[in-house]
């Protein structure tokens, strides 16, 4: 979605200023810029246009971040986001990721055959992992490695506050709101 904090700042500026010099209105415009910029900010967030979706953070919006993306450290707050990791190359050194999740919903998609260690941080929170279990207050390491291999590939600790983080493998042909995969 896009900003409309602009678009409506501007026009019901616009339509201040012809309303005062046409029926000569003794207001204050300084007051009545502030305010309107003020509604405009609050309109502008109720539409959907306010939020930042920047390389690895989301901010009071919603969206899909991957793992070419996701180096480092993800931040998904006040807002609603998908990591996929299914393309996450195995043959690789071992790969770190922090996801942080705050006031939001975070659904994590793990690589099929990839061994994982996750460590998980709740607070008033629920965190689904690939065997069904949960965590909603405290600490848990969840450890898997379907193939095998003895080694861990993909290492992330997980934080979630005041939200819910669900984790799954990766089953194959999965449809988003960009189509499919």
């Not at 900003?3 to 200023?17: A, D, K, Q, T, Y």
């Not at 996450?88 to 996801?99: F, G, H, M, R, Y």
């Not at 080694?151 to 819910?164: A, K």
Request: proline content about 3%; hydrophobic content about 40%.
């Amino acid at each position: 979605m896009r900003s409309f904090f602009w678009g409506i700042f501007l026009v019901s500026s616009g339509l201040f200023f012809i309303l005062k010099y046409f029926f000569n209105w003794n207001i204050s415009t300084g007051r009545v810029l502030i305010g309107l910029f003020l509604i405009s900010l609050g309109l502008s967030a109720l539409i959907g246009g306010f939020g930042v979706r920047d390389g690895n953070h989301i901010l009071f919006r919603e969206g899909r971040l991957t793992s070419r993306s996701a180096d480092g450290d993800c931040n998904i707050i006040f807002g609603q986001g998908i990591l996929d990791l299914s393309d996450t190359p195995t043959d690789q050194p071992k790969k770190k990721i922090e996801v942080n999740t705050v006031f939001a919903s975070t659904e994590v998609i793990l690589p099929r055959n990839a061994s994982v260690s996750i460590e998980a941080n709740s607070a008033f929170a629920s965190t689904e992992f690939p065997d069904g279990s949960q965590l909603t207050f405290g600490e848990r390491t969840y450890r898997s490695d379907p193939a095998e291999k003895g080694e861990t590939d993909l290492m992330i600790e997980m934080n979630t506050v005041f939200g819910r983080t669900v984790i799954r493998r990766y089953e194959g042909i999965v449809a988003d709101n960009a189509g499919s995969r």
